[in-house]
């Protein structure tokens, strides 16, 4: 069992920045997927960014790519998000998640992943 425990949520400008962590309860370093996901009022829950441990592939949304950076720490087993250039449409709750899984790249389907942290509301003012 993964407990993933989020924090730095908060509310900002728009062009403002952010920067949301997970930390996991066991050790992530290798053969896990992590990611972050969000999900407004009125969408589905979102991949915005996956990274692969052990090769630090990474993969971004569309609408976050060049914006967001998805990184690590592997001593700390500490998963990052950080938000540049916040706008409006990044208002959510924003929740990581883990799969213990051997694969080359990461899914995006949320149902892939088993764990999840608790989410934290982000919101961007115009």
């Known amino acids: 069992q993964v407990q993933l425990v989020e924090s730095g949520g908060d509310s900002v400008q728009a062009g403002g920045s952010l920067r949301l962590s997970c930390a996991a309860s066991v050790s992530i370093s290798v053969n896990y997927c992590l990611g972050w996901f969000r999900q407004s009022a009125e969408n589905v829950r979102e991949a915005v960014a996956l990274?692969?441990?052990?090769?630090?592939?990474?993969w971004y949304g569309n609408s976050v790519n060049g914006r967001f950076t998805i990184s690590r720490d592997n001593a700390k087993n500490i998963v990052f998000l950080q938000m540049d250039n916040l706008g409006p449409e990044d208002t959510a709750r924003y929740f990581c998640?883990?799969?213990?899984?051997?694969?080359?790249?990461?899914?995006?389907?949320?149902?892939?992943?088993?764990?999840w942290g608790q989410g934290n509301q982000v919101t961007v003012a115009s």
């Open positions: 990274i692969k441990t052990g090769t630090d592939n990474t």
């Open positions: 998640a883990a799969a213990p899984r051997a694969v080359v790249s990461c899914p995006t389907p949320s149902s892939f992943y088993p764990y």
